[in-house]
T-cell receptor, first 114, second 114 residues
Framework: GENVEQHPSTLSVQEGDSAVIKCTYS??????FPWYKQELGKGPQLIID?????GEKKDQRIAVTLNKTAKHFSLHITETQPEDSAVYFC?????????????FGKGTRLSVIA | NAGVTQTPKFQVLKTGQSMTLQCAQD?????MYWYRQDPGMGLRLIYYSASEGTTDKGEVPNGYNVSRLNKREFSLRLESAAPSQTSVYFCAAARGTALNEKLFFGSGTQLSVL
């Protein structure tokens, strides 16, 4: 089955700097790669996702890149703000159907220092 | 529109006790999921239900049972709680179609087994 590795496990950046979180996956059939943000005391929320037919996707200060050959994808946050502090999870899914469960990485705790 | 509602929010059990975690969604989504979150382990899938009337095991199903009571409700039962089941439990729902794969999470149940 799919295995997703996520690095680093913790990341501290100064406010205004960029943050990068990287994930690798094992199943070459995976074709859907979302990123979830979990704030303290809440459930995870989807912030951005990418499918295997594109290499990059941006949404304001957040971008995700995908390298299918190397089987890795990354989350990039620019101009970080204190409200970006949270735990971030990457995930991957090999499509069988829209109901096929996601496999999550172990998470990255991002701290943005003001 | 509440989304995904989990009850209770907190629970303390003694080893060997049983209990059921409740989850309900008001989004008319097809698939529902139960995850557990432990420090350093990320989100691990316990069971999922791709549609009403079906359930499947995830990565860590031992010690748990589930019931997809109807399209709205998906419960998780611990028949004989063990300290290893101390965790934060998240229920999630997704429309489960090719273009609607976003997972909506509840706010979690924090369970302690003494």
């Amino acid at each position: 089955g799919e295995n997703v590795e996520q690095h680093p496990s913790t990341l501290s950046v100064q406010e205004g700097d960029s943050a990068v979180i990287k994930c690798t996956y094992s199943d070459s059939a995976s074709n859907y790669f979302p990123w979830y943000k979990q704030e303290l005391g809440k459930g995870p929320q989807l912030i951005i996702d990418i499918r295997s037919n594109v290499g990059e996707k941006k949404d304001q200060r957040i971008a995700v890149t995908l390298n299918k050959t190397a089987k890795h994808f990354s989350l990039h946050i620019t101009e970080t703000q204190p409200e970006d502090s949270a735990v971030y999870f990457c995930a991957a899914r090999a499509r069988v159907s829209g109901n096929t469960p996601l496999v999550f990485g172990k998470g990255t705790r991002l701290s943005v220092i003001a | 529109n509440a989304g995904v509602t989990q009850t209770p929010k907190f629970q303390v059990l003694k080893t060997g006790q049983s209990m059921t975690l409740q989850c309900a969604q008001d989004m008319n989504h097809n698939s529902m999921y139960w995850y557990r979150q432990d420090p350093g382990m990320g989100l691990r899938l316990i069971y999922y239900s791709a549609s009403e009337g079906t359930t499947d095991k995830g990565e860590v199903p031992n010690g748990y049972n589930v019931s997809r009571l109807n399209k709205r409700e998906f419960s998780l039962r611990l028949e004989s709680a063990a300290p290893s089941q101390t965790s934060v439990y998240f229920c999630a729902a997704a429309r489960g179609t090719a273009l609607n794969e976003k997972l909506f999470f509840g706010s979690g149940t924090q369970l302690s087994v003494l």
